[in-house]
């Protein structure tokens, strides 16, 4: 009898335990990393988590490059999170809701009437990017800190991409304006209620808002990519232009401890809860859905000065997937797929990477100035060392092409350029298709 009550018992656990907890393949996980750091496809740092338990984590790269002088990165490395700041700034305005300072059918003139359709925009339809409110920051890159007034008055002068909730388009100005709602309403500054709304109140102790540029003697992260043979420094945005819409600093780790908590209602109720859930055009409340493995994940992403950002949750399972990157090279949501295709078990198969060296006489056949007739704007193609850059029309910036044939370049995972040098042309392809673009003489 006791052998049928065992054999009962270990055939229930066969059938209801899921076969993830048991075969997490941490080796294929690590064969992952190793192939991402060999070829030099990424610098960051991966935590998995279930029910709030951390299974797997995983560090690749450095935080800081000095000559020769390489500073790994490790689990307390701190990353800017980009836009997963966001969920943390609809979560101290549903905070605000809950405790009757605001509703989310307010209308934006009771703080901000000098903003264009204030008196028809909701915090809703902020939170839900459907304000119409379009991404304004300085003219140029900055580099050094803006006052919030600054960035409030060039946000007044936009004119609105739409009326507010007929359309949805992504808005960081939006989310900078929240930020500054936190602010007046909890009459503490942004990264004090961060900290006496979230982080304390869950124990996330490396997740804040700086003020300032990034300081590595906080274990802060610098951004890096690598061209030329070489992993090479990136130019960063100042803190304080991001705001709201992507200045928080965080590791994977905390990250995970985040969501899990979210969705445990210990931030906020599940009624606000479900409001940040309910998709619309692709975007809940500070919030979207990520479908990895066919399963859907709740969650946001983020990026900008070659990082990324990705935090996922499967409410079911209570499974945590958070990733940073502070070297966007392979595709960050590659790799996020990659990991949970592994995590579940499924087919995966580790790419492998390779590129190839083309000769300098050759990469200088490409080098030039194109333009297409759909654009009156240019790109511009240029060599530094062994590395072809791209210049997009209009941009102020270029990004390093790396080789995969001898006419045959990639930014991986965005676009795929083709050169014809007996044409002077170049085919540039995305998603979204391909243009020809032709060189000037």
């Known amino acids: 009898m006791k052998i049928k009550i065992l054999f009962a018992t270990f055939l229930t656990l066969a059938l209801f335990t899921p076969a993830y907890a048991q075969?997490?393949?941490?080796a294929k996980l690590d064969q992952f990393f190793d192939r991402l750091a060999e070829k030099n496809k990424a610098m960051?740092?991966?935590?998995i988590a279930k029910d709030g338990n951390v299974l797997y984590t995983r560090v690749i790269g450095y935080g800081q490059i000095n000559g020769t002088e390489k500073k790994p990165l490790s689990a307390a490395s701190r990353f800017r999170i980009g836009s997963i700041t966001k969920m943390f700034t609809a979560v101290m305005?549903?905070?605000?809701?809950e405790e009757r300072k605001l509703k989310l059918s307010d209308t934006l003139d009771r703080f901000f009437p000098?903003?264009?359709?204030?008196?028809?925009?909701?915090?809703a339809h902020i939170l839900a990017h459907r304000?119409?409110?379009?991404?304004?920051?300085?003219?140029?890159?900055?580099?050094?800190a803006v006052t919030k007034d600054e960035v409030l008055a060039i946000i007044s002068k936009g004119t609105p991409d739409f009326e507010p909730d007929t359309k949805h388009s992504y808005s960081n100005s939006g989310f900078f304006i929240l930020g500054l709602i936190v602010e007046k309403l909890a009459a503490r500054s942004y990264a004090e209620a961060l900290d006496e709304r979230i982080a304390s109140r869950i124990g996330l102790k490396d997740t804040y808002a700086p003020t300032g540029d990034i300081?590595?003697?906080?274990?802060?992260t610098l951004a890096y990519s690598h061209f030329g043979g070489d992993w090479k420094q990136m130019t960063e945005i100042h803190s304080s232009i991001l705001f709201g819409g992507g200045q928080i600093v965080s590791t994977p780790n905390d990250m995970a401890k985040f969501i899990h908590a979210l969705f445990e209602l210990k931030l906020i109720s599940q009624e606000s809860l479900n409001q940040m859930k309910t998709i619309r055009d692709g975007e809940g409340l500070g919030m979207t859905t990520f479908t990895l493995a066919g399963k859907t994940f709740y969650g946001e992403s983020g990026g900008g000065d070659n990082r990324g950002a990705w935090l996922a949750y499967e409410p079911e399972e209570k499974l945590a997937v958070a990733y940073a990157t502070n070297a966007k090279i392979y595709p960050v949501s590659n790799i996020v797929s990659g990991v949970v295709d592994i995590y579940y078990g499924r087919p995966f198969r580790i790419p492998a990477l390779a590129s190839i060296a083309v000769s300098a006489e050759i990469l200088d056949k490409y080098v030039g100035v194109?333009?297409?007739p759909e654009t009156p704007a240019k790109a511009r193609i240029t060599r530094d060392g062994e590395t072809l850059f791209f210049q997009p029309p209009g941009a102020t910036s270029a990004a390093p092409l790396e080789a995969t044939a001898e006419n045959k370049f990639q930014i991986e995972g965005a676009a795929v350029f083709t050169f014809d040098a007996a044409k002077n042309q170049m085919t540039v392809k995305r998603r979204g298709g391909e243009r020809i673009f032709t060189k000037g003489k």
């Open 23 to 26: 075969t997490l393949d941490k």
């Open 44 to 47: 960051g740092s991966l935590t």
């Open 93 to 97: 305005i549903l905070q605000l809701v």
């Open 114 to 123: 000098q903003i264009p359709n204030a008196q028809k925009i909701t915090i």
């Open 131 to 144: 304000s119409g409110i379009p991404n304004s920051r300085p003219a140029t890159l900055k580099t050094n």
């Open 215 to 220: 300081d590595v003697n906080k274990n802060e």
């Open 370 to 372: 194109y333009s297409t």
